[in-house]
């Protein structure tokens, strides 16, 4: 079993769904900026196909592609040859772990008995939904009153859906760039600022025009930053790296055995 990093104590993993990689530099999202620049990150890591959000989840959090866990879209069924997640294994290490979400398709990610909290947000579906910010709300009051958590998992829905009714990349989608950079902020403000937490910033996929789920490079390609806030900066470019590689690397921050299925690689943190 590898030996837990000194200094990486808990993990928080926040995905903005259907960020591309270039929205934040057109985007007010000074937040994200400076977990890029000071983290170990890359705008250039691929996500699986179909680029389509439960496949990609499920691969970033089971460690496998869609071939091997067989979820092509937004329907879940059980694997024929099952895998442990990343918060199964997280949870069985004997850590905390925690789901904040506003997409009920996101509740397998973890079996039921693998989580101490799970909190899945009414989403409205509406130009107005807020659901997000009550999401990393709840988020925020727990990473502040739960010392030494294990892994928390934090989920910003309206990119995504702002991008299929406006397009990505238009005005409406980087004014919720925006606002999901202003969650982001107050739930990393709430973190220790010791080093001791790893934050890792990512996508489940990108998008264009008004759609996503092809190999198209708008839509395959995601930010990845790992960030400790009060750490040193690392300013350290991770290169091309895969969303096969999230699992491992956080297993390997948190020293918890990963499980020989995984396919991915532990990045640099």
């Known amino acids: 079993m590898p030996s837990p990093s000194p200094s990486v104590r808990s993990v928080l993993l926040i995905?903005?769904?259907?960020l591309r990689p270039d929205a934040l530099s057109a985007?007010?999202?000074p937040t994200m900026r400076r977990i890029v620049r000071e983290g170990s990150s890359t705008l250039r890591s691929r996500t699986v196909m179909p680029s389509v959000t439960l496949p990609c989840h499920t691969s970033m959090f089971y460690g496998v592609s869609p071939e091997r866990h067989g979820i092509t879209d937004n329907r879940w069924h059980p694997m024929a040859r099952?895998?442990?997640?990343?918060?199964?294994?997280?949870?069985?290490?004997?850590?905390?772990?925690?789901m904040f979400y506003n997409w009920g398709e996101l509740r397998d990610l973890a079996a039921p008995s693998s989580l101490d909290v799970a909190h899945l947000v009414a989403y409205e579906r509406t130009e107005g939904d807020e659901s997000?910010?009550?999401?990393?709300?709840?988020?925020?009051?727990?990473?502040?009153?739960?010392?030494?958590?294990?892994l928390a998992f934090a989920y910003y829905g309206m990119v995504d859906m702002t991008g299929h009714a406006h397009g990505w990349m238009s005005e409406?989608?980087?004014?919720?760039v925006a606002d999901a950079d202003r969650a982001i902020t107050r739930v990393v403000?709430?973190?220790p600022r010791d080093g001791s937490c790893?934050?890792?910033?990512?996508?489940?996929?990108?998008?264009h025009d008004k759609t996503h789920g092809t190999d198209a490079d708008e839509d395959m390609t995601v930010p990845l930053a790992l960030w400790r806030p009060g750490g040193a900066a690392r300013s350290h470019d991770l290169g091309v790296t895969s969303i096969l590689d999230i699992a491992p690397t956080i297993a390997a921050a948190?020293?918890?055995e990963r499980p020989r299925e995984w396919e991915g690689r532990v990045l640099d943190f």
Do not use: C, E, I, M
């Open 172 to 176: 409406p989608y980087l004014s919720r």
């Open 15 to 18: 995905v903005v769904d259907g």
């Open 82 to 98: 099952p895998v442990p997640s990343l918060l199964d294994v997280v949870y069985r290490a004997g850590r905390k772990t925690a």
């Open 198 to 207: 790893l934050v890792v910033l990512t996508s489940d996929h990108g998008g």
């Open 254 to 256: 948190l020293g918890v």
């Open 189 to 191: 403000d709430a973190l």
């Open 132 to 150: 997000d910010q009550r999401t990393f709300a709840l988020a925020t009051d727990w990473v502040r009153d739960t010392p030494d958590f294990g």
């Open 27 to 29: 985007a007010a999202a």
